[in-house]
C-alpha cells in the first residue's frame, strides 16, 4: 500500500504566465469627416487606439489640429478617460480649424448640389 501513496508538495503556477495574456485586443478607428455631394472627400481628424479595457486610449490627430488643441506640434496624444476626450473633441470640434473647414464643406456641399438640378 505504500508504494500506491504519492506524496503532494505545492506548486505555484502563475495561470497568466503560463497561458500568456488573455483578452488583448487592440483596436484602432479611423475618425474622418465627409459631406453630402463628395462622397471621395474624407477629412481624416485622427485615430482613436484602444486596448481592451478602452481607457487610456491614444490618439494620433492631424497636425492642424492637434497644433489647436494643444499648441504644439505633438500629434500624439493619451487620453485617461472619457471625461478626457469629451474634453478633447469639445475643443477640436469648436477650434477654428474645424469650424472653417465645416464651413467650406458646406459651401462645397451646397454647390454641388446646385449643379445637379
Do not use: C, W
Amino acid at each position: 500500500m505504500s508504494s500506491l501513496q504519492t506524496v503532494f508538495e505545492p506548486v505555484n503556477v502563475d495561470i497568466q504566465a503560463d497561458l500568456g495574456a488573455q483578452g488583448v485586443e487592440n483596436y484602432r478607428y479611423e475618425v474622418f469627416l465627409t459631406v453630402k455631394g463628395l462622397e471621395h472627400y474624407r477629412y481624416r481628424m485622427m485615430f482613436v487606439e484602444y486596448g481592451s479595457v478602452a481607457y487610456p486610449a491614444t490618439i494620433i490627430m492631424n497636425e492642424a489640429l492637434a497644433i489647436e488643441y494643444s499648441n504644439k506640434r505633438s500629434f500624439m496624444f493619451k487620453v485617461g478617460s472619457m471625461k478626457d476626450l469629451e474634453d478633447m473633441l469639445d475643443t477640436i470640434i469648436n477650434s477654428e480649424t474645424m469650424v472653417s473647414l465645416i464651413q467650406s464643406l458646406i459651401n462645397e456641399s451646397l454647390r454641388q448640389e446646385a449643379n445637379m438640378e
